[in-house]
């Protein structure tokens, strides 16, 4: 009965490889995010996207990749992975558009580790 | 400017006590929802309360109420009787709409020890 799940909940990879990161919310939600949260807890926003518009921030860079096959996936594509991307991965989602301030459900994590 | 900001990087609270958790924001849309999240040491994000900029009251959710104060763009979380199991991160978020829905903006959280 999992709201937002992530698969995997650890990845542990080498430099340079790709990996991705799955999501999914089974909360009919129409926005879904993901979120970068740092080893200083700063959670940074790396995309949102809602009826197929995606919003990104622009400091994240372009070795990343949010593809969505439907309204309740969002994955998380890593090209060429660097040091600097271990950290935890959060996806979320949330009920929408404008006027509304419905709260975001978070997944539970994927724990990025580059070696 | 930050959108959210929390001075607060630790705090210490007794046991059974009442904490109150610093936050304030800045917009300039009159529309706007204010969040508090829990992080414990687990790692997952738990929604705790919310309250929306036109809410004449302050939003209460058990022990844990939100000081609303829209003049001075605070959003301060109160947890009353403090316990054990509320040691964890805390994160004020607020959500603002713009042309392509809402925007989220998280602050860098505050890390709270509740002592026995």
């Known amino acids: 009965d999992t709201a937002v799940s992530q698969t995997p909940k650890y990845l542990v990879t080498q430099m340079g490889n790709d990996k991705s990161i799955k999501c999914e919310q089974n909360?009919?939600?129409?926005?879904m995010y993901w979120y970068k949260q740092d080893s200083k807890k700063f959670l940074k926003i790396m995309f949102s996207?809602?009826?197929?518009?995606?919003?990104i921030n622009e400091t994240v860079p372009n070795r990343f990749s949010p593809k969505s096959p439907d309204k309740a996936h969002l994955n998380l594509h890593i090209n060429s992975l660097e040091l600097g991307d271990s950290a935890v991965y959060f996806c979320?989602?949330?009920?929408?558009?404008?006027?509304?301030?419905?709260?975001?459900?978070f997944g539970p994590g994927t724990r990025l580790t580059v070696l | 400017a930050q959108k959210i900001t929390q001075t607060q990087p630790g705090m210490f609270v007794q046991e059974k006590e009442a904490v109150t958790l610093d936050c304030t924001y800045d917009?300039?849309?009159?529309?706007?929802?204010l969040f508090w999240y829990k992080q414990p040491s687990s790692g997952e994000m738990i929604f705790l309360i919310y309250?929306?900029?036109?809410?004449?009251q302050n939003a209460t959710e058990g022990r844990y109420s939100l000081n609303f104060q829209k003049a001075r763009k605070s959003a301060n979380l109160v947890i009353s009787a403090s316990q054990l199991g509320d040691s964890a991160m805390y994160f004020c978020?607020?959500?603002?709409?713009?042309?392509?829905?809402?925007?989220?903006?998280f602050g860098t959280g505050t890390s709270l020890t509740v002592i026995p």
């Open positions: 909360l009919g939600h129409d926005t």
């Open positions: 917009t300039s849309d009159p529309s706007y929802g």
């Open positions: 309250q929306g900029s036109y809410d004449q």
């Open positions: 996207y809602n009826n197929k518009e995606l919003i």
């Open positions: 979320a989602s949330s009920q929408g558009g404008l006027g509304t301030y419905n709260e975001q459900f």
């Open positions: 978020a607020m959500r603002e709409p713009s042309n392509t829905g809402n925007q989220f903006y």
